[in-house]
């Protein structure tokens, strides 16, 4: 059974930072291309960024190009996502995801 188990969300202060964390379990995490995308309230689904299974090569969508960064450790099976300089049209709910399949998702509130 695939399962994939976000966290590491929070409310943050806009300018702040927080890291995402994904375990994933029940497949080959190694050898998969992952993603993270993101929904904020009333909008659709965003993808935010991807990492190749190797880890040496990541995309990003404009929207957090310069701000987030990907990563993953395939020894713990674990995907993260670095959130740095956070602004208000970054809240949303944050889903790591091995396409079909997506996590629980951890939320990103960002609010003076």
């Known amino acids: 059974e695939v399962q994939l188990v976000e966290s590491g969300g929070g409310l943050v202060q806009p300018g702040g930072s927080l890291r995402l964390s994904c375990a994933a379990s029940?497949?080959?995490?190694?050898?998969?291309?992952m993603s993270w995308v993101r929904q904020a309230p009333g909008k659709e689904l965003e993808w935010v960024s991807a990492?190749?299974?190797?880890?040496?090569?990541?995309y990003y969508a404009n929207s957090v190009k310069g701000r987030f960064t990907i990563s993953r450790d395939n020894a713990k099976n674990t995907l993260y996502l670095q959130l740095n300089s956070l602004k208000t049209e970054d809240t949303a709910m944050y889903y790591c995801?091995?396409?079909?399949?997506r996590g629980q998702g951890t939320q990103v509130t960002v609010s003076s």
């Open positions: 990492i190749s299974s190797d880890g040496g090569t990541t």
């Open positions: 995801r091995w396409s079909p399949y």
């Open positions: 029940g497949f080959i995490f190694s050898t998969n291309t």
